[in-house]
């Protein structure tokens, strides 16, 4: 269970720590999900306009389980910030909650946003598309990752507020 925290608190705190151990992603993302405030380790996929490692990611179990308890993932999709397909909608959103996602953060768009805002896990985006992807079975996973220009590495931490969203290499609550 992760302690309450606030995103500005955190990057008060770390404001002059190493981009290698805390930054701040620009503030182009959009609340999609019912979860507006989530937090968990980084898992990453890299794809363009494909979203078949996206569903194979949200298809998996989406949490670790800790001494302190059951931690839900976040997954961080580099989807090159393509407004073109959406790399997540309604069937794969409730997907990603029922398997314990904490949230998904996605270089990209979202599709089928009214089911979307229904499920019980935090959805980041820059937009919604309704055209769906491609399925060419490409992409890559857990390696570092771009996301509007931040790097973003497997085994981060991601949290998520009103206030925008912050990447830390260590947990930080």
């Known amino acids: 269970m ?10 008060d705190a770390h404001k002059n720590d190493s981009p290698s151990t805390f930054r701040a992603l620009p503030a182009v993302f959009r609340d999609f999900g019912a979860q507006r405030v989530f937090c968990g380790p980084v898992t990453t996929v890299k ?8 569903k194979a990611a949200v298809d998996s179990c989406g949490y670790i ?10 997954l961080v999709v580099a989807g090159a910030g393509s407004l073109h397909r959406a790399l997540l909608g309604g069937n794969l959103g409730a997907a990603a909650a029922n398997n314990g996602w904490a949230g998904v953060v996605i270089d990209g768009c979202v599709r089928d946003v ?10 980041r985006a820059l ?13 890559q996973k857990d390696l570092p990752v771009q996301i509007q220009g931040v790097w973003v590495n497997p085994g981060d931490w991601l949290y998520a ?5 912050v990447v ?3 947990p930080l609550v």
């Open 65 to 74: 389980d800790t001494p302190d308890g059951r931690v839900g993932r976040v």
């Open 114 to 123: 009214a089911e979307l805002a229904r499920q019980a896990v935090g959805i």
């Open 168 to 170: 830390s290499a260590e």
């Open 161 to 165: 507020d009103a206030d925008g969203m």
């Open 127 to 139: 937009a919604s598309m309704p055209m769906p992807t491609e399925k060419r079975n490409q992409g």
């Open 2 to 11: 992760t302690r309450p925290f606030a995103t500005c608190d955190l990057c």
């Open 47 to 54: 794809c363009f306009e494909d979203n078949s490692l996206v």
